[in-house]
Each structure stands twice: as structure tokens, then as C-alpha cells.
């Protein structure tokens, strides 16, 4: 089982901290949570032999990140963009520049969107998570899934257009 996590750890850790990071905003939150799902996965994994592991890997990521929000309600800590740190070494330094600059800006997009909306484009857009896979993430209905995904992306458009209307 050990041998097993590492290599699922090692496969999954940057795809579950970027996750987690791109939810809270706050790269000290987002480790704490990424130690937090892989734990639930030491304790648990065996459970969900029949299960593709990366969907429970998110949906236990998901369930650790809404557990943490519940528990910080009254407070809000942001940190400076995660991307800034998550460039590929082999990238040439302009590269690297252009791609933090989009990233930050696809980011600060997300941001505006509701948690519920942000969640279902961060699901299926980023890590091509299946609509059945992601809504089993999020713990809601496929066609409130579809509905959600719809909206944030109708909502990304608008802002990336300057239209950046409530509802």
C-alpha cells in the first residue's frame, strides 16, 4: 500500500495542489490540504479499489477544501499568485513570463466567478475530468453540473469581453 501511495502521490501531487491552490488562493492552504486528501487516501484508498483514482483523489481534495472553508468562515488569507511559482524549468525566462502573465489572468478571471461555477470549469475545463466525473466531484446532479459549467463559462466570456455583469 505505501509503495503504492507514493506513486500515486508522485503521479497526482501537482494536479491536486495546483486543484487545491487555484480553490483557496493560498499556497500554505493548499499544501495543508493536498497532505490532507493524501492522508484520507493512506486511510482509505483500499475502500476504493473499483474507482478510478484520480476522481476520487479530486472528490477527496474537494471534501478537504469545503471542510477547511467551513472551518475558516470568519477569516480570508490570500497569498500572491500561485503561478508565479509553478513554471517549467526547461521554459526559456520569456516564456516563463508570458505564460505567469496568462496564467495570473485566467486566474484573476476565475476568481470572479462564483465558488460553485469556478469549481465546475476548474473540473472539466483544466483537468478534463468527464461531466459525470466532475459533478461526482462537486457531489451535485449532471444537469446541475452542466447548468453550473454553462454559466461559468457564459461568465468567463463576459469578463474576458469587459462585460463583467452580476445576475
Do not use: C
Request: aromatic share 14%; proline share 3%; no cysteine.
Amino acid at each position: 500500500m505505501s509503495k503504492h501511495l507514493d506513486e500515486l502521490y508522485r503521479q497526482y501531487t501537482h494536479d491536486i495542489y495546483r486543484y487545491l491552490y487555484s480553490l483557496s488562493r493560498n499556497h500554505h492552504t493548499a499544501e495543508d490540504l493536498m497532505q490532507e486528501t493524501f492522508y484520507r487516501a493512506y486511510l482509505y484508498l483500499e475502500v476504493y479499489n473499483d474507482e478510478k483514482v484520480k476522481p476520487w483523489l479530486f472528490r477527496a481534495a474537494y471534501h478537504a477544501f469545503i471542510d477547511d472553508q467551513r472551518k475558516r468562515k470568519r477569516q480570508q488569507v490570500q497569498e500572491p499568485a500561485f503561478f508565479n511559482q509553478m513554471t517549467d524549468p526547461q521554459t526559456a525566462p520569456d516564456n516563463q513570463l508570458i505564460q505567469q502573465e496568462q496564467m495570473e489572468q485566467i486566474v484573476d478571471q476565475l476568481d470572479q466567478l462564483p465558488l460553485m461555477q469556478k469549481q465546475a470549469v476548474l473540473l472539466y475545463d483544466f483537468h478534463q475530468f468527464s461531466y459525470q466525473e466532475s459533478s461526482a466531484i462537486m457531489d451535485i446532479s449532471l444537469s446541475y453540473f452542466k447548468v453550473l459549467l454553462f454559466r461559468g463559462r457564459q461568465r468567463l466570456r463576459d469578463i474576458h469581453k469587459g462585460g463583467d455583469h452580476d445576475e
